[in-house]
Structure formats: C-alpha cells, structure tokens
C-alpha cells in the first residue's frame, strides 16, 4: 500500500517568514495530493492540491510543487500570519475502480507562527 | 446550512457498548468517507463508499461497520467498543468525476471508551 512520510513534524517561524512542509510518497500510481489544515478541534480543511500532471500550483501566499520522478511533494507558505498556526496534512491518493479516491496522509507538521 | 454534519459531537461509554455515529451530507456528492484521527492526530481513512463500491482498509476491525441508507447519510457502527477505539472520528464526501477531488469534512465526534 502507499506509504507516506511529512516532515517536520514541527516547524515554528516567525511572523513573515517562509514555511516548507515536504512529504515524499511510495506509490507511483498515486495522482492526485491535497494539503489540509486542521486548527485547533477543527475539521481539516482543504487548501491547495495538485494532481500528478502539474509541477507546480499557486494561490496567493500557498504553494505546492510535485516531483513525480522523485516522488515528492512540497507546500511552502509565504509571508507567514500568526493565523497560519494549525497542523498540516499532506496526502496522497489513488482511485479506485468505482470512481472514489483513497488518500493516505501524512503524520501531519505542526506550524507555529510567532507574531 | 452545514455542509457535512455528524452526531453526537461527544460520545462518552463504557468498553464492550454498541455505539452508532450518524453522518449526513447536503451537498449532494456520491461518495463519503470515515476517518479516525487518532490522540497522535494521525489521520486514517478507514472506509470508502459510493453506489458502486465499499472500500475497507484492511486494518480496520470488523468490529466497525458503515451503513448507507442512501446517498446523504453514511453512519458507522461500532460493537464490542474497546479502549483503543477513543479517538475523533471524521466522516467527509466528495464528488466523484467533477474536476476536483476535494473531500468535506464533518465536525468530527469525539468517542471515549471508558
């Protein structure tokens, strides 16, 4: 099955400050990676994926690059808030035969952005 | 208007209870999810489920079992409850062939096995 390793597990920064989250996944047939941000006793909420046919997608301070050949992916944040502060998951997903996708996660990195 | 609600948010029982936690979407996707997050916040998919296909994660006892009696709702039942079950259960959904993959979340429920 697809194995999944996020580092770090913690990152603390300062207030505008750069943030990267690396995670290199084990299965070649994965597609598709989604990033959540889980706050404190919140869900975790998407916020940026790229599928496996795109090097690089950007939205706004968040960014995500894929390396297929390596099989790695990164989320960098820029000009880091203190409202950036939650824990990060990555993921890496597969779909299966009836349409759905099974995403492994990471063991999640712990941002904490100081003010 | 909630996208994805669960109940009960809290779950306090006693090891060896039959519990249920019901999960409903108004979305209207075709496919939904449940997810154990552990005290470590290790975020595990434990089952998939749309009209044409029950994906388990083979880690998972089958003491746990999904329930859909139709595309909005998909609970999970848990008999024989145990310690190591206590965790924050996660149900999502998504859209299966829509141009993004985006899983919702619910609010979670919070189970402890006392």
């Known amino acids: 099955g697809e194995n999944v390793e996020q580092h770090p597990s913690t990152l603390s920064v300062q207030e505008g400050d750069s943030a990267v989250i690396k995670c290199t996944y084990s299965?070649?047939?994965?597609?598709?990676f989604p990033w959540y941000k889980q706050e404190l006793g919140k869900r975790p909420q998407l916020i940026i994926d790229?599928?496996?046919?795109?090097g690089e997608k950007k939205d706004q301070r968040i960014a995500v690059t894929l390396n297929k050949t390596a099989k790695h992916f990164s989320l960098h944040i820029t000009e880091t808030q203190p409202e950036d502060s939650a824990v990060y998951f990555c993921a890496a997903s597969t779909h299966a035969s009836g349409g759905s996708y099974i995403p492994t996660f990471g063991r999640g990195t712990s941002l904490i952005v100081h003010p | 208007d909630t996208a994805v609600s669960q109940t009960p948010k809290y779950l306090v029982t006693q090891m060896g209870n039959d519990k249920s936690i019901k999960c409903e979407q108004n979305?209207?996707?075709?496919?939904m999810y449940w997810y154990k997050q552990d005290s470590k916040k290790f975020l595990k998919i434990m089952f998939s489920?749309?009209?044409?296909?029950?994906?388990i994660n083979e880690t998972v006892p089958n003491r746990f079992s999904p329930k859909s009696p139709d595309k909005a709702h998909l609970n999970l039942h848990i008999n024989s409850l145990e310690l190591g079950d206590s965790a924050v259960y996660f149900c999502a959904s998504s859209l299966t062939g829509s141009n993004t993959d985006t899983q919702y979340f619910g609010p979670g429920t919070r189970l402890t096995v006392l």
């Open positions: 299965d070649s047939a994965s597609n598709y």
């Open positions: 489920y749309n009209n044409k296909e029950l994906i």
């Open positions: 979305l209207g996707h075709d496919t």
């Open positions: 790229i599928r496996s046919n795109v």
